[in-house]
């Protein structure tokens, strides 16, 4: 099982993002008007006090998911395991994620990353920083201060937001991929008057998962929490399956989820449908992955718990989805991560999945199908489709 996270270019102009919301004009018209509640009834606060789908992401400790982020690239070998690739080669592993954080974002997020494409000798064998025991925050810590005291003669840490630590292929040992955020009070790791504050730490894995690890990685960066399960049972991704990057690495639909993009600001308040009290609204819900008009339909059940419906299109980030349509998911903000925060609800549970595909890949609703939780009080249902997004009912008794 992978561990996740370890807790104690030019920016591209903005012209893209209005020339796609004119195409959608055009084919779509004027979307439905719908009413719903003040957006604000539907934002839930987390409580786990870490990594949860709650708004109220603490900026004191996570990195600001808008505007440019400045990360520098170090790469690092071992007296163990000498590197034998070239710098430009694992770094070509992960560059990508700047054009698909881009596109995830709607524009809004660009990682402007440096290469220092210089081999760093780290001072221990590979064998030695604790990867094979899973490695503490403070290992972590120990790890990522080597390098950055290594490169520190030749980089100015001060002009930077995140450093990413890439391994040689060649160091078995440095087998995963997670994330470092400094705890508050702490020492941490200082260079040039300043405190590294988030970094990733690229191992093995890297060579599976390419840019998408560095997309996930960072998400943590930016405060979201692990999709997939902690103990792995017989399915590990049985929350969400192949939808969300920070769910599978490697699913066939990882554009964030609409809740995700906005909890990062990516979405707009004027994009969400509210449903928190008693009746109903029908809207129209152009797919995730693009930028304009509803994004999500938000019916809220708790203080902590909502139920959420967008649409999904196998396009740009999500070109590989095993199917597309209206997707229906439970959040919670109460659940920590890697323990199901969001559940997908699956449209179709009896049908096997397509080659490639996970049980849930195939869970998007269609025209006249509908989700119910009687207990719950909810109802959704899809009312009609066409190639850039559903009309769907929500309503609340």
């Given at each position: 099982?992978?561990?996740?996270?370890?807790?104690?270019?030019?920016?591209?102009?903005?012209?893209?993002?209005?020339?796609?919301?004119?195409?959608?004009?055009?084919?779509?018209?004027?979307?439905?008007?719908?009413?719903?509640?003040p957006v604000s009834s539907c934002k839930l606060s987390g409580t786990t006090g870490w990594t949860d789908e709650g708004q109220n992401t603490d900026y004191t400790v996570f990195q600001r998911p808008t505007g440019t982020k400045k990360v520098v690239m170090l790469f690092v070998d071992f007296p163990d395991a000498a590197a034998t690739e070239t710098?430009?080669?694992?770094?070509?592993?992960?560059?990508?994620?700047?054009?698909?954080?881009?596109?995830?974002?709607?524009?809004?997020?660009?990682?402007?990353?440096?290469?220092?494409?210089?081999?760093?000798?780290?001072?221990?064998?590979?064998?030695?920083?604790?990867?094979?025991?899973?490695?503490?925050?403070?290992?972590?810590?120990?790890?990522?201060?080597?390098?950055?005291?290594?490169?520190?003669?030749?980089?100015?840490?001060?002009?930077?937001?995140?450093?990413?630590?890439?391994?040689?292929?060649?160091?078995?040992?440095?087998?995963?991929?997670?994330?470092?955020?400094?705890?508050?009070?702490?020492?941490?790791?200082?260079?040039?008057?300043?405190?590294?504050?988030?970094?990733?730490?690229?191992?093995?894995?890297?060579?599976?998962?390419?840019?998408?690890?560095?997309?996930?990685?960072?998400?943590?960066?930016?405060?979201?929490?692990?999709?997939?399960?902690?103990?792995?049972?017989?399915?590990?991704?049985?929350?969400?399956?192949?939808?969300?990057?920070?769910?599978?690495?490697?699913?066939?639909?990882?554009?964030?989820?609409?809740?995700?993009?906005?909890?990062?600001?990516?979405?707009?308040?004027?994009?969400?449908?509210?449903?928190?009290?008693?009746?109903?609204?029908?809207?129209?819900?152009?797919?995730?992955?693009?930028?304009?008009?509803?994004?999500?339909?938000?019916?809220?059940?708790?203080?902590?718990?909502?139920?959420?419906?967008?649409?999904?299109?196998?396009?740009?980030?999500?070109?590989?989805?095993?199917?597309?349509?209206?997707?229906?998911?439970?959040?919670?903000?109460?659940?920590?991560?890697?323990?199901?925060?969001?559940?997908?609800?699956?449209?179709?549970?009896?049908?096997?999945?397509?080659?490639?595909?996970?049980?849930?890949?195939?869970?998007?609703?269609?025209?006249?199908?509908?989700?119910?939780?009687?207990?719950?009080?909810?109802?959704?249902?899809?009312?009609?489709?066409?190639?850039?997004?559903?009309?769907?009912?929500?309503?609340?008794?």
């Amino acid at each position: 099982m992978r561990r996740k996270f370890i807790s104690s270019r030019t920016t591209k102009p903005a012209i893209v993002s209005a020339l796609l919301a004119a195409v959608l004009l055009l084919f779509l018209g004027t979307p439905p008007a719908q009413a719903g509640d003040p957006v604000s009834s539907c934002k839930l606060s987390g409580t786990t006090g870490w990594t949860d789908e709650g708004q109220n992401t603490d900026y004191t400790v996570f990195q600001r998911p808008t505007g440019t982020k400045k990360v520098v690239m170090l790469f690092v070998d071992f007296p163990d395991a000498a590197a034998t690739e070239t710098t430009s080669s694992d770094a070509a592993q992960l560059t990508p994620v700047a054009d698909w954080l881009w596109k995830a974002s709607y524009g809004k997020t660009w990682l402007s990353i440096s290469q220092h494409n210089h081999w760093l000798r780290m001072p221990k064998n590979s064998t030695e920083y604790g990867y094979e025991r899973g490695l503490t925050h403070e290992e972590h810590e120990a790890y990522i201060k080597d390098a950055v005291n290594k490169a520190d003669p030749q980089v100015d840490f001060s002009q930077y937001d995140m450093v990413y630590v890439v391994a040689t292929k060649n160091a078995k040992a440095i087998s995963f991929t997670p994330t470092y955020v400094y705890e508050p009070g702490t020492t941490g790791i200082r260079a040039d008057n300043t405190t590294v504050k988030w970094s990733v730490t690229f191992g093995q894995d890297m060579w599976d998962f390419g840019p998408k690890v560095a997309a996930h990685e960072t998400g943590h960066t930016f405060g979201l929490p692990d999709l997939y399960a902690f103990d792995a049972g017989s399915d590990m991704h049985r929350f969400v399956g192949g939808w969300d990057v920070m769910g599978y690495v490697s699913g066939k639909g990882p554009q964030f989820f609409a809740w995700h993009s906005w909890k990062l600001g990516w979405t707009a308040d004027d994009q969400v449908l509210c449903r928190a009290t008693a009746g109903n609204d029908t809207v129209y819900l152009s797919a995730v992955e693009y930028g304009s008009y509803k994004k999500m339909a938000v019916v809220k059940t708790s203080s902590t718990t909502a139920y959420v419906v967008e649409s999904r299109r196998a396009v740009h980030n999500d070109s590989d989805a095993c199917s597309t349509g209206a997707l229906v998911y439970k959040v919670d903000t109460s659940v920590k991560t890697g323990e199901g925060p969001i559940r997908v609800m699956d449209a179709r549970p009896d049908a096997t999945p397509a080659s490639g595909c996970h049980a849930l890949d195939d869970a998007p609703y269609w025209t006249n199908q509908s989700f119910t939780d009687s207990a719950a009080g909810v109802k959704i249902e899809v009312t009609g489709t066409d190639g850039y997004g559903e009309t769907v009912r929500v309503t609340k008794s």
